[in-house]
């Protein structure tokens, strides 16, 4: 870092590589939060840290567009004091204090119940979260808030849609919007947009101070280290990729899966109305593929 400081030129690309990275989430977050309408006028938004550089990244950018959006809102950030041993408790509220915003510390010793249910060596993360959930939605009722904010991203998103197709056998993601399992919340998930790589590059020029999880944090053989390590390798060898199958998260064509609750295929009937996007079953499978040519689509009917 010194020596970009030493050379005008480089501090000068560095100061403006950032302010691009600032521009891009702050658009990302704002166009997703329009999209599925995550916050309205008068809400009391519940804003979950919990150490990491998501949720302190998540916290950062809505207190800058909260400042500028057309809307008031308010923000409150929660976190759930878990009793890790080794946890530094002054951490967060020597932080949330010198923002200036409102918090609240909730204390509640669920590490002591993961390990004593959890076998040794096996994954935390499923009870962990279920207690961790039950304990937020509490709070977010006891705060008056009306909508609880996660800092899962892009990448978290797509991880949970291949872990439900690889070891659950359905297509389900981690929506950017949902009622809380109680029915009584609404979550809210603002980075739905944003890569993680964008986050690593903003804690490390915030300076965030990361707490690291030593429950989950240090399992290294869960499956969804392992989908990230398979989907950076993906992006890795073919840029783009993981963008490309997050926007199919949002085209979906239920008539060409195979559910049969979202399309009536048992009474398929024709139509006798010419389809573009409709039978592709004898096209060429590489017809889709970067630089190939595009085959000339000629409908019934029509004239060659």
């Not at 008031?72 to 002054?90: R, S």
């Not at 994954?123 to 304990?135: N, Y």
């Not at 949970?160 to 993601?173: A, D, E, H, I, P």
Request: charged letters at 25%; proline letters at 7%; a neutral charge.
């Amino acid at each position: 870092m010194s020596a970009v400081l030493d050379d005008p030129k480089a501090a000068a690309k560095a100061a403006h590589e950032i302010n691009k990275l600032s521009k891009r989430l702050h658009r990302q977050v704002g166009q997703a939060i329009g999209d599925f309408n995550m916050i309205e006028a008068g809400d009391k938004v519940m804003v979950c840290v919990s150490g990491g550089k998501d949720s302190y990244a998540l916290l950062d950018i809505l207190m800058e567009l909260r400042r500028r959006a057309p809307v008031k809102f308010e923000l409150v950030a929660v976190n759930l004091d878990q009793k890790q041993p080794g946890f530094p408790e002054h951490v967060l509220p020597e932080y949330l204090k010198s923002l200036g915003i409102p918090f609240h510390i909730e204390g509640q010793d669920t590490y002591s119940i993961v390990k004593r249910l959890i076998p040794e060596g096996q994954t935390m993360c499923s009870l962990c979260s279920r207690l961790r959930r039950g304990i937020l939605y509490r709070v977010a009722g006891e705060l008056g808030a009306t909508k609880i904010a996660l800092g899962h991203h892009r990448d978290d998103m797509l991880q949970t849609l291949f872990m439900n197709m690889f070891f659950g056998s359905r297509l389900k993601g981690m929506p950017p919007k949902l009622v809380s399992d109680d029915g009584r919340n609404i979550v809210i998930r603002p980075l739905a947009y944003v890569a993680e790589t964008d986050l690593e590059r903003w804690a490390a020029h915030r300076a965030f101070p990361i707490i690291p999880c030593s429950l989950c944090g240090s399992q290294e053989n869960l499956q969804r280290v392992q989908m990230k390590k398979m989907l950076r390798e993906w992006e890795r060898q073919h840029p783009g990729r993981l963008d490309n199958i997050f926007t199919a998260m949002g085209n979906i064509v239920p008539s060409h899966m195979m559910d049969r609750k979202l399309y009536p295929f048992a009474t398929l009937q024709t139509t006798g109305v010419v389809n573009p996007e409709g039978d592709r079953a004898f096209d060429e499978d590489d017809d889709c593929a970067p630089n190939a040519a595009q085959p000339v689509r000629i409908h019934p009917g029509t004239p060659p």
